[in-house]
Nanobody, 123 residues
Framework: QVQLVESGGGLVQAGGSLRLSCAASGRTFNSYAMGWFRQAPGKEREFVAASGSNTYYADSVKGRFAISRDNAKNTVYLQMNSLKPEDTAVYYC???????????????????WGQGTQVTVSS
């Protein structure tokens, strides 16, 4: 069982930066692939980035966002730069065992989810 707690969301102007953190419980953090997803009002949850055998990014955030993890701290980060109003959403952290995942881009591949943190980018 893994519990995930996100933090770091907030209100930022377009062009600004935020760093999201996701702290995971448990002693086997390094055996999990970690992902970030987001959901804007009225839209489906969409893939943002993942850290597993490699790092993976949605086309909409490539070059602007960076995922990283600190296994010693059981934490995964999402550094978000050059933020745009269309990045406004609730951002969710997700986890799945490396042995289980087949497609990093699909939300239904992930077993564990955080409660989400709101990111609002003003124009």
């Amino acid at each position: 069982q893994v519990q995930l707690v996100e933090s770091g969301g907030g209100l930022v102007q377009a062009g600004g930066s935020l760093r999201l953190s996701c702290a995971a419980s448990g002693r086997t953090f390094n055996s999990y692939a970690m992902g970030w997803f987001r959901q804007a009002p009225g839209k489906e949850r969409e893939f943002v980035a993942a850290s597993g055998s490699n790092t993976y990014y949605a086309d909409s955030v490539k070059g602007r966002f960076a995922i990283s993890r600190d296994n010693a701290k059981n934490t995964v980060y999402l550094q978000m730069n050059s933020l745009k109003p269309e990045d406004t959403a609730v951002y969710y952290c997700a986890a799945v065992s490396f042995f289980s995942i087949r497609n990093y881009y699909m939300a239904n591949q992930y077993n564990y989810w955080g409660q989400g943190t709101q990111v609002t980018v003003s124009s």
